[in-house]
């Protein structure tokens, strides 16, 4: 969204600029959430402000770190993956001596610049920037005015080949990846589901595609401006769609006029969605849906009298709240007043004491990038099977999320020698770990939530004996496995094995048998 005003406002920016200076920036941007503004279009770059896990706000963080760059005019969209943060503009910047692309990297820890690009493809010149997700730590997927490309994310190099599969190139905007794909909204077309593996592409039809959010049940769904299919629910797998269509007319505020990313966001812990179904450039207040009881609700959260709802709406991953900026009403100078507030998902009331009010200026809010996350955590220590046979493992019942939604985990599994194992994990991390011959090897275990991951080492022991033991003659203290891999008991002795339900279990690499 952009708004062109003249006004003079030298004070505005005198003011903010001197109350930027004066701060003393973070060394670490990991335990809070950065502000994404559009900016100031004809006087300044856009901005990207940082609010620590204490409430407080620092202002034009990424310039202040860095004294030969800025980011470009109209940033709209940006992602936190892995150790790096994305970040796209409609237009790049020079000014001041500093310059800002289109696409700019940064270092997530610190905010540093690492790349940019001035210019993207699409256009007879230069094409506006769109959305961006990385499929992986090594590929990335740029969106534009003019479809979408592949980017090398080791190199930063931006393809040439467009990849939406139509003759006439459209805007590409919000994108989301789901397990081994990347879904793409594009304008007009529907959705585009792109595998990063070879870059083929699927259409789904749906014109009037706006965005994506993933319910707390692991669900994605395509959120639309049709009145007689406001949701479209997609297997990641599969690409089946199941249509939600609302009583009445409550399709999603159209982000395409002049793009923006789509105002909606999914509850963290229940099958509700929040998004904004009117559009306008005055909106006030948020809708919700429940997927469970199919209850729609008009008005669900309201801005405070007076205040209008600007950029993005949002969940906080950690709190569950859903966070929403608010400008105060009318045109001009009203655009220089912005507040951050925090709402109570199961009250919809917004909490007074977490409310920031900004430093007067024109920040034009964008979004909020959460850059908290921290990576999986596999809890399995070991496994056993029998030569010839087969243990069926759902990697994500012995895997820990500290923040975040378990069911965008993405897995996968190698054994360090396939002579004596092989694993194998499918779509939704369910493993398959076959023993071959006798012997010993370990399985690596790889579990990645939004590019921060972790690598677990896990000993594999292939042998017809640890076929069937014996509970009575083993008093050794270990942990109990079923033999999904789920561990039963901790520091078990014999006793309290005995005392399981009856059936098979692995203990100190042994099978035991529970009569």
């Known amino acids: 969204m952009k708004k062109i005003f003249t006004l003079i406002g030298a004070a505005l920016m005198a003011g903010a600029a001197m109350g930027a200076d004066t701060q003393t920036l973070p060394t670490s941007y990991l335990d809070g959430t950065l502000m994404l503004n559009e900016g100031w279009f004809g006087h300044d770059a856009a901005t990207m402000n940082y609010v620590n896990g204490n409430g407080q706000i620092f202002y034009r963080a990424y310039q202040g770190v860095n004294s030969e760059y800025c980011l470009g005019n109209t940033s709209q969209y940006g992602q936190v993956f892995g150790n790096r943060v994305f970040v796209m503009s ?19 820890t610190d905010l540093k610049f690492i790349a940019q690009s001035i210019s993207l493809p699409g256009g007879p010149n ?57 879904f793409v909204a594009q304008q007009g077309l529907g959705v585009v589901a792109v595998d990063p593996a070879t870059d083929q592409t699927t259409l789904i039809d749906l014109p009037q595609i706006a965005g994506f959010t993933v319910t707390a049940d692991g669900s994605l769904y395509a959120a639309c401006s049709d009145a007689n299919g406001e949701f479209v629910k997609i297997d990641p797998e599969t690409l089946a ?34 998004y904004v179904s009117k559009g306008g450039w005055t909106i006030s207040s948020v809708s919700a849906y429940n997927l469970d009881t199919k209850e729609f609700t008009e008005t669900y959260l309201s801005a405070p009298t007076g205040q209008q709802i600007y950029g993005q709406i949002s969940t906080d991953p950690s709190t569950g709240y859903i966070v929403v900026t608010c400008t105060e009403n009318g045109y001009g100078s009203h655009y220089a007043n912005n507040w951050i507030y925090y709402f109570d998902p199961t009250t919809s009331a917004y909490l007074t004491d977490r409310t920031i009010t900004l430093e007067t200026y024109y920040w034009f809010p964008s979004m909020m990038l959460f850059n908290g996350f921290r990576a999986p955590q596999i809890t399995q220590t070991e496994w056993a099977v029998t030569p010839g046979k087969e243990l069926e493992v759902k990697l994500s019942e012995i895997t820990t999320l500290p923040i975040g939604n378990k069911h965008l985990i993405v897995y996968s599994a190698e054994s360090s020698d396939p002579a004596v194992c092989t694993a194998t994990t499918d779509f939704r991390g369910n493993m398959v770990l076959a023993g071959l011959t006798k012997g010993t090897a370990t399985v690596t275990v790889t579990a990645e939530y939004q590019g921060r991951l972790s690598r677990t080492a896990i000993p594999v022991t292939v042998d017809t004996n640890v076929g069937i033991g014996s509970v009575e003659t083993d008093d050794a203290v270990c942990d109990t496995y079923d033999l999904a891999g789920r561990r039963v008991l901790t ?25």
């Open 126 to 182: 230069d094409s506006d920037g769109r959305g961006f997700c990385a499929a992986n730590e090594h590929k990335g997927y740029v969106g534009t005015a003019a479809g979408f490309y592949a980017i090398d994310l080791d190199t930063y190099v931006i393809g040439t080949t467009q990849l939406a599969p139509t003759e006439s190139p459209k805007q590409s905007g919000d994108m989301i990846r789901y397990g081994n794909r990347v």
């Open 90 to 108: 409609k237009q790049n910047y020079s000014g001041d001596g500093r310059t800002g692309g289109r696409f700019i990297c940064m270092n997530a």
């Open 491 to 515: 520091g078990a002795s014999a006793a309290d094995i005995r005392r399981l339900p009856a059936g098979i279990y692995i203990a100190g690499g042994k099978k035991i048998i529970v009569k």
């Open 241 to 274: 769609t199941e249509v939600i269509d609302i009583e009445g007319s409550h399709g999603i505020a159209s982000p395409w006029g002049t793009w923006r990313l789509a105002q909606i966001c999914a509850d963290r812990d229940r099958n509700i969605i929040y």
